[in-house]
């Protein structure tokens, strides 16, 4: 029975999702589509594309001396770059997975049928809203020596955490002034694809006697694929391009120990006014980023 | 009957879940709290009673509203309102551009719809820092320095926005519009008719992030727009933090301002977050 279904199948040419249609729909089609991309596709080349092919006009030494990829080579050779790499390495390593995590968990929790679920969903949601350059501020006081968090470490009678002074507490304080703003941003499309699954689902394995952890794996991350890919490319983007909270509370230091590559590509431009140099970094930035999310599409099963 | 012991199960765990959420929220809500209660003290007193912790560390003994009306009637005040209007603007063209933009991708069958939507994400996966250099001098060099459309363009062209439309776009069963246009309803006609109804809370969403991209971007506004007429809040925040001598009690106070607006709109569109879904009404 099914070996005759498969013959016939692919004996017949393959189904096709809409019916052919004559010229003029298709002419009909493309105009509208042309219409509807038209100003976006216009607004990316010449804000997005455009300022990329000149900063590989800058980033290669047209001329110089030292050859075309001179810049390319000056950043490769200094070790402050490697260290910027290893860095953001580590923090992406850390930073992504618990951010997605407390996403994820804070998404399942707050849509239970909580008492007041409304009240506590907005208060984990209020510091979205705080722009980053005002979360930066605030942690800034926070984190200072005589600032709150110590005279909470003392009240407890532990010693005062050194937060943005030590090497080793650094950038576990930078991971968690973004994770403050990033869990709960994540959680709003995580929210939204939980409340996109059919109740019916989660009655019926009820009913067939699944526990919370088995639906949770069997039909919450299955439901949640294209949100949960989306979350996992914007969130990784998105970190390897902090910069206020660097600048504000750190500057990289101490000892390079929070020289995210962002930081360190605008210091290039702006405090060292080496453009070429800034423009090679950046496109090495890039080049990992592409790369990164092209390996997230690829892990993710199921079709895009 | 059955249903009845699932929604008491339901009720069971939802009064469990509850020893979890509530600790997180207050901790999550509890340095904007700080933030708020010391921009209602006198400068003096914000670092005062820290050490050791008392009442008067959570509650302020002496509350007064100066900083926020000399922050407000000083240049902050028109920093905050060019943050308002430049925001708004990018929020509503954005959206009118990305969601059409989305619709035709997910879709519309044209040549060349997956090399455009390739060319998209490599678009939004380049950093817009890192682009902020060479297109500044672009607009410098086309006059749009220090003013309100050298502020919003930038704001226009957010694929990311587009992405994430165009994800759930694609997920409404094509059905739907196979059998509107077989009732004769053009390409806008589905657009507006079936789809964008069908996407409030992923429209929403891609509201969020263009206007989180404008509300707080900090690089670009400090390169184009350092006029003090065009000045918007986050660079004006950031005078705050470099004078000598912080005022820290009108610093939060700024800062208080700056993140009210937004946890207004937070406020105001949890609703829709937690409101019904769409229901596209098939059974696929």
């Known amino acids: 029975m099914t070996t005759i279904q498969a013959e016939t199948v692919s004996g017949s040419p393959p189904p096709t999702r809409r019916k052919p249609r004559f010229g003029a729909q298709r002419a009909n089609t493309l105009m509208w589509a042309g219409i509807f991309l038209l100003p976006s596709v216009i607004l990316l080349i010449l804000l997005r594309f455009a300022p990329m092919v000149a900063a590989f006009s800058d980033a290669l030494a047209f001329g110089s001396t030292r050859g075309i990829w001179s810049n390319f080579s000056f950043i490769f050779s200094d070790p402050a770059f490697w260290n910027s790499l290893w860095i953001t390495l580590i923090f992406s390593i850390i930073i992504n997975p618990l951010q997605i995590a407390l996403a994820l968990g804070l998404a399942v929790l707050l849509t239970k049928h909580i008492p007041m679920v409304g009240l506590w969903r907005t208060l984990i949601l209020l510091p979205v809203a705080v722009p980053q350059v005002v979360s930066a501020i605030i942690w800034l006081v926070l984190f200072r020596p005589d600032g709150p968090l110590n005279g909470i470490t003392r009240a407890l009678g532990l010693p005062s955490i050194p937060w943005l002074t030590e090497p080793g507490w650094a950038l576990w304080s930078i991971i968690v002034v973004c994770s403050w703003v990033g869990v709960g941003y994540w959680m709003t499309f995580l929210v939204a694809g939980i409340r996109e699954i059919p109740n019916s689902l989660y009655e019926a394995s009820s009913i067939d006697g699944a526990g919370a952890w088995r639906q949770f794996w069997h039909i919450t991350v299955p439901g949640l694929r294209r949100p949960l890919l989306f ?22 230091g101490p000892e390079g120990s929070t020289d995210l590559i962002m930081y360190n590509i605008t210091e290039r431009a702006y405090t060292l006014g080496d453009t070429g140099a800034a423009s090679a970094a950046t496109l090495v930035l890039i080049v990992v980023v592409i790369a990164v999310v092209a390996v997230q599409f690829r892990l993710m099963p199921g079709k895009d | 009957m059955a249903s009845e012991t699932l929604n008491e199960r339901s009720r069971r765990t939802g009064r469990r879940a509850l020893f979890l959420a509530v600790p997180i929220a207050l901790l999550s809500i509890a340095p ?14 914000i670092f005062r009673f820290l050490y050791p912790i008392s009442w008067e560390t959570f509650i302020p003994s002496r509350i007064t509203f100066d900083n926020f009306t000399t922050v407000l009637t000083g240049p902050f005040g028109m920093a905050l309102w060019n943050s308002v209007f430049v925001t708004a603007v990018s929020v509503v063209v954005g959206l009118a551009l990305a969601s059409l933009a989305a619709f035709a991708l997910a879709c519309m069958d044209f040549p060349g719809r997956s090399f455009i939507f390739a060319f998209l994400v490599i678009c939004f996966l380049v950093p817009f820092e890192a682009i902020a250099i060479p297109l500044s001098t672009t607009f410098r060099d086309l006059g749009l320095a220090n003013t309100y459309t050298g502020l919003i363009l930038p704001a226009l062209g957010n694929g990311l926005a587009i992405f994430l439309l165009r994800q759930f776009f694609m997920g409404v069963p094509s059905s739907l519009a196979e059998a509107a246009r077989m009732d004769g309803l053009g390409w806008f006609g589905i657009f507006w008719r079936i789809y964008l109804p069908l996407s409030k809370g992923p429209m929403i969403g891609a509201g969020l992030i263009l206007f989180v991209f404008q509300w707080q971007s900090f690089l670009w506004p400090l390169l184009i727009a350092p006029a003090p007429d065009v000045r918007l809040a ?25 993140a009210a607006i937004p946890l207004l709109l937070v406020l105001f569109f949890q609703r829709h977050f937690s409101g019904s879904n769409a229901n596209s009404g098939s059974k696929e």
């Not at chain 2, 005022?247 to 106070?253: I, T």
């Open chain 1, 231 to 252: 979350v996992l490319v914007a969130d990784t983007v998105s970190n390897f391009l902090i910069f206020a909270p660097v600048r504000i509370l750190t500057r990289g």
């Open chain 2, 32 to 45: 904007l709290v700080w933030a708020l209660i010391s921009s209602l003290r006198p400068g003096e007193d």
């Open chain 2, 234 to 258: 986050p660079v004006a925040i950031a005078d705050f933090a470099q004078e000598t001598g912080v005022n820290y009690g009108q610093m939060f106070a700024a800062a208080i301002l700056t």
